[in-house]
């Protein structure tokens, strides 16, 4: 058994380029040497872009709407995060994987080149779920203050200029939503934008069924939208990660379901910090087509 010493507040660890999260990087072969299975679906975000939300609505149309065969186990179990690996505080991700029936739903932050070969071999669908980068800055500055394996994020102005270059977990935004919007040029990947959920859950949610080639009534996707509201997953222990130890999340600090809200980013930039973000932003994303909305 390790002491929470050994995993808490640990600095990034960098695997092949990328700053990871320190215990993650331990037996990183397990990572490389994953074996996928044919009809496994990928959930790949950057941190903080509606991940869990994204994995319960995918697990809500798997299950037809039925709320109370999707409340079966709490979501790090029925969606379990691939590169996840505390030290033994929980199971970890690959053998929470190996446990699941299939089809399996894998979560993943992972940037692309750090994605196990085989699911790329296979052709697994995916879906990316992107966020704007304002609200995920200030949603992953919260989330440091509350997820202890992660470094503490220091002030906002700080966590600012480290998610800027690209000094957090997992790296670069840009770099991530870029590669990640490119390689729907050539692979199975279903491109979604957490803007659009908010305003748009009906025909999102239909866009996640024609790709996993579900058919779903108008009534089932009510019921999808009902439980994957935000008030609804706020209050449900299954997804709100009430369930996981104190010592890798705290939530007095901050609640994993925090706003959940498009536009949050307005209440926390400066005028000067916007101006900054925004010069960086024209720089790094001139050349993608990619857009997002940063309010509704
Ligand atoms: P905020 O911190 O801005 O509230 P992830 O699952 O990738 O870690 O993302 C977490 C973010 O998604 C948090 O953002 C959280 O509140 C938001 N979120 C979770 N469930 C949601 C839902 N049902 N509707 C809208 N946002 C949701």
């Known amino acids: ?67 109370e065969k999707c409340k079966r186990d709490v979501i790090t179990a029925k969606a379990p995060m691939l590169e996840m690996a505390d030290h033994g505080i929980r199971i970890s991700g690959v053998e929470q994987l190996k446990k699941n029936p299939s089809p399996r739903l894998v979560k993943t932050h992972l940037p692309i080149d750090l994605l196990p070969k085989s699911f790329w071999k296979n052709n697994s669908k995916m879906i990316y779920m992107a966020r704007n980068a304002k609200d995920v800055a200030v949603s992953y500055y919260h989330f440091h203050l509350m997820d202890r394996l992660l470094p503490l994020p220091g002030t906002w102005e700080e966590f600012l200029e480290k998610f800027m270059a690209g000094n957090v977990a997992y790296g670069s935004w840009f770099n991530h939503v870029k590669s990640w919007w490119k390689k729907t040029e050539e692979h199975p990947i279903l491109f979604l934008h957490y803007e659009d959920m908010k305003e748009n859950p009906k025909q999102e949610i239909k866009k996640i069924a024609t790709f996993l080639e579900k058919k779903l009534s108008n009534d089932i996707v009510d019921k999808i939208i009902h439980h994957t509201s935000f008030e609804t997953m706020k209050n449900n222990p299954m997804v709100n990660f009430t369930h996981m130890p104190s010592t890798v999340m705290d939530h007095s600090k901050s609640t994993f379901m925090r706003k959940g809200i ?20 024209e720089k790094q994303m001139s050349g993608s087509s990619l857009q997002f909305r940063t309010e509704l």
């Open 1 to 67: 058994m390790v002491s929470s010493e050994e995993v808490v507040r640990k600095d990034l660890k960098m695997i092949h380029g990328h700053p990871m999260i320190h215990t993650f990087v331990f037996n990183w072969e397990r990572i490389e040497q994953f074996q996928c299975r044919p009809d496994d679906i990928v959930i790949t975000t950057y941190p903080k872009s509606g991940t869990t939300w994204l994995s319960e609505i995918v697990d809500m149309v798997l299950n037809d709407g039925d709320a």
């Open 262 to 281: 498009a536009g949050d980013w307005k209440n926390y930039f400066t005028v000067a910090q916007n101006e900054k973000f925004d010069d960086l932003y």
